[in-house]
Structure formats: C-alpha cells, structure tokens
C-alpha cells in the first residue's frame, strides 16, 4: 500500500474526528518519520510491512478517540515541541493566549514568577525561552508530571525553571513572586463534555473542581495575596462561560485592574489582576 493510498483509507476510517485527514497525515509522518511535504511529494512510496502494522495500532487507537497527542507522545506548543504523556494535559493553542498577556505583563526587569500546576510545564517553559533574564518556579502535585516537566525543560534548553512538587502553595512557603500564572482544573464535576473527545483520556484531576468549577481558582486567588509582591500580577485560564465569577473573586480578595481577556476564538478564557495592599 502506497502513502496515498493509507492517507485515504485512514481518512474514510477517521470520518468521525473534527479533523480526519489532518489526523491520518500526523499519524502516517509519526510512523514512517517523514515530514507532510515528503509524504505529498513521494505519496506514491510503498509502506513496509512494519510500517503498515503500526498504522494499524496507531488507527485503531485514534478512531477508539485516543488523542493524536497521546499517540505520537508530542504537542507543538509556542512553536515548541513538547513531551506529553496521560500524566498531563495536553497544551492547547488557547492556552497560548495566557502565555502571551502574561509576557506583556511581566516587568521588564529581572524578576521571579510562579506557575501552579504546571503539568507540561508548557506555560513556563514558553515563557523562560522569552525571558532568559528571569527566574521561574513551576509546581505541580503529580510527581510523573513534574519530571515530564523537567524533562521538557532539558530538551527545549532552558534553565531557568526550578520544579517543585506540592500541592498549589504548600511547596513554596514565604516565597513572593512578581506574577503568579495558572492553568488549573476548571470544569464543574457533572460538564457533559467530561466524557466527550480527547478529555475523556486526559487526567481527571487536572480538568475537574469542585463548587461548580471554582473551588481550585478560588485557592489560587486567595493564596497569591500572600506569594505576590505589590504591584505583582495574578493570571489564570479558565472557562469560557467563567469570566464574570473569576473576576468577582479576583475582586473579593482586593486585586485591582481586574480584566478578562479572550482567546483567539473570541472566547473569555484568562482573567488578569494586580495586586495592591494599602
């Protein structure tokens, strides 16, 4: 069977993705280790025997709904290429919306910033290859991926993050730090969407909070007036429907120029606020 011909089969197989033939030219190039523009230019190479029965496992397991990321183990993110595994999230380009308003608001000096729940370490790891002068401290409570983390850390080359294993602020007591980032579990335990899609495998942990979806951003908010310095910044991703309540619990706990931004879908998905102490 040549390239061309799998990539049809497999597209016709993958009917019921958002994106079948993108899905099939992903898994073709994991399985063969040839770039897209290698499988359009020479679609009419043969696959090998090996190759075929890997294809096989590899869409067996995609159309059962196993994300494409999962699969190949990788996720483009930042024009980063990064290590993922069950143990995480897997990086969303939305999430690049909280990356970019947070490099627009860190000083422009040296200076320390903390990022809870880093999974990934997507969100820091960005951030440290833009800011090489500043120092960043990603914690996270699951051991596998924290070293799924350092391991990112290692191969994109940046050294410039400390990882810390701890649940949100416990790891890092007495600490302040001039921004505060965080993308934390979200979604109200009863969202039908749980068990729709890629987040079906994805870490429950990591997607579900109590008290309708607030009770961990609720911790966040309340424990940065605590680890940020004055004038210090607090952004944190969240639902798209979420927007009006973070901002009022932003509010509750004295931030200042609290403001929602969207995401590149027009979506409200990062709320922003300062932090003031008179």
């Known amino acids: 069977m040549t390239y061309l011909e799998w990539l049809k ?12 033939r993108r899905d099939a030219e992903i898994l073709l190039g994991f399985a063969t280790g040839r770039t897209r ?3 359009m230019a020479f679609c009419e190479t043969q696959l090998t025997h090996e190759q075929l029965q890997r294809l096989d ?19 483009e993110f930042w024009s980063l290429n990064f290590n993922v595994s069950p143990a995480t999230l897997i990086p969303r380009p939305d999430t690049e919306k909280l990356v970019e308003l947070a490099l627009e608001f860190l000083p422009k000096v040296p200076c320390e910033v903390l990022d809870l729940g880093t999974g990934t370490g997507a969100i820091t790891i960005a951030m440290a290859t ?16 924290l070293e799924l983390a350092q391991k990112n850390a290692r191969q994109i080359g940046v050294n410039n993050v400390y ?12 600490r302040k730090f001039s921004m505060i980032v965080s993308n934390p579990p979200y979604i109200e335990p009863t969202d039908v969407h749980l068990s729709q899609g890629d987040v079906r ?13 607030f009770a961990d951003i609720k911790i966040i908010v309340q424990g940065a007036t605590k680890h940020l310095n004055q004038y210090g910044w607090l952004l944190i991703e ?18 200042q120029l609290v403001e929602t931004h969207t995401d590149y879908s027009g979506n409200d998905r990062v709320t922003v606020g300062r932090w003031f102490k008179p």
């Open 9 to 20: 089969q497999a597209t016709n197989t993958l009917n019921g993705s958002d994106s079948p």
């Open 37 to 39: 523009t290698f499988l």
């Open 57 to 75: 496992d590899y869409l067996k397991r995609r159309k059962d709904g196993e994300p494409i990321a999962y699969i190949t183990g990788v996720r």
């Open 130 to 145: 833009e800011r090489p002068d500043c120092l960043f401290t990603a914690v996270d409570n699951s051991l596998e991926a």
């Open 163 to 174: 990882f810390s294993l701890g649940n949100w602020y416990k790891s890092i007591k007495g």
């Open 201 to 213: 495998y994805e870490p429950r942990s990591a997607l579900v909070s109590e008290d309708d979806g």
């Open 238 to 255: 969240h639902g798209w429907q979420q927007g009006e309540m973070v901002q009022t619990i932003f509010k509750q706990q004295g931030f």
